[in-house]
């Protein structure tokens, strides 16, 4: 599976911004598609994740109330629509694949990063 993400830019606080992952390759494995991001000098962290149906969503307390994953299966593509954008939020967002969720999501694949920059 290779995943390609873009969408991310420099924006003010406040602001929004929609990731995009798209998905090619063995595709059939990706039940669950998400994001992480990782800050400079900081760990990877996560950020969101939705199974294949849609309907089953994950989000990072820091994401909840303001960031929204959905996914569109015909275009295997997952989207990380981000509101109210804060400088904290400023990372390189990761595009993950596959895995499993048990409480936290363990990706089989990932993508190259996308930068976001939020400025206060």
């Known amino acids: 599976v290779q995943l390609q993400a873009s969408g991310g830019g420099l924006v003010q606080a406040g602001d929004s911004l929609r990731l995009s992952c798209a998905a090619s390759?063995?595709?059939?494995?990706?039940?669950?598609m998400g994001w992480f991001r990782q800050a400079p000098g900081l760990e990877r962290e996560f950020v969101a994740a939705v199974r294949r149906g849609g309907s089953v969503r994950y989000l990072s307390d820091s994401a909840t109330g303001r960031f929204t994953i959905s996914r569109d299966n015909a275009k295997n593509t997952v989207y990380l629509q981000m509101n109210r954008l804060k400088s904290e939020d400023t990372a390189v967002y990761y595009c993950?694949?596959?895995?499993?969720?048990?409480?936290?999501?363990?990706?089989?694949?990932w993508g190259q990063g996308t930068q976001v920059t939020v400025s206060s």
């Open positions: 993950a694949a596959g895995g499993y969720y048990s409480g936290s999501y363990s990706p089989a694949y």
């Open positions: 390759g063995r595709t059939f494995s990706s039940d669950i």
